[in-house]
């Protein structure tokens, strides 16, 4: 499982593959998620800027990549 911390309120979708090294490329994060391979909380998702927030979950080839608040290191 890949973490993504936010540092705004959200993240693009093919922006999030990239972070998360799912995908070399912002033309690759586009077409696989309009192929259809890209879940976001259990439902495919066709669109590359879906805005993902801190508790949401997207399903790629297998890997799982976890989106959570920007890690502060606070307890």
Same mark, same amino acid.
């Given at each position: 499982?890949?973490?993504?911390y936010?540092? %705004?309120?959200?993240?693009?979708l #093919?922006?999030? @593959?990239? =972070?998360?090294?799912? +995908?070399?490329?912002?033309?690759?994060?586009?077409?696989?998620?309009?192929?259809?391979?890209?879940?976001?909380?259990? %439902?495919?998702?066709?669109?590359? #800027?879906?805005? @993902?927030? =801190?508790?949401?979950? +997207?399903?790629?080839?297998?890997?799982?990549?976890?989106?959570?608040?920007e890690k502060?290191?606070?307890?």
């Amino acid at each position: 499982m890949e973490t993504i911390y936010l540092k %705004e309120d959200y993240i693009k979708l #093919g922006q999030a @593959l990239k =972070a998360a090294g799912a +995908v070399g490329s912002g033309v690759e994060a586009k077409i696989e998620i309009q192929d259809g391979k890209v879940k976001v909380n259990g %439902e495919t998702e066709v669109r590359r #800027g879906k805005k @993902l927030v =801190a508790g949401d979950m +997207v399903e790629y080839n297998g890997t799982i990549i976890k989106i959570e608040n920007e890690k502060t290191g606070k307890r």
